[in-house]
């Protein structure tokens, strides 16, 4: 299962990250500060699984899963 990681601070990043590679089956294929650089990502790769932080400044998490044209499992 492929996944990305959308979190603006870093220390929940990396978290996630350790979490995820203790994981079998589980790939993080990307690791994002902000939600435009993941959005930009998606436009070219698809994954499985988003961990998605809904508060971070600007462009909050419930704002970038209205701009998904296909949503993926999200946690």
Do not use: W, Y
Request: hydrophobic share 45%; aromatic share 10%; glycine share 6%.
């Amino acid at each position: 299962m492929t996944c990305i990681i959308v979190d603006d601070e870093n220390v929940s990043r990396e978290i996630l990250n350790f979490l995820c590679e203790k994981e079998p089956g589980v790939e993080v294929v990307g690791n994002f500060s902000n939600a435009m650089d993941a959005f930009r990502f998606l436009n070219k790769e698809d994954v499985d699984l988003i961990f998605l932080d809904v508060h971070m400044p600007g462009f909050t998490g419930f704002d970038f899963i209205q701009t998904l044209k296909t949503l993926p499992m999200s946690s």
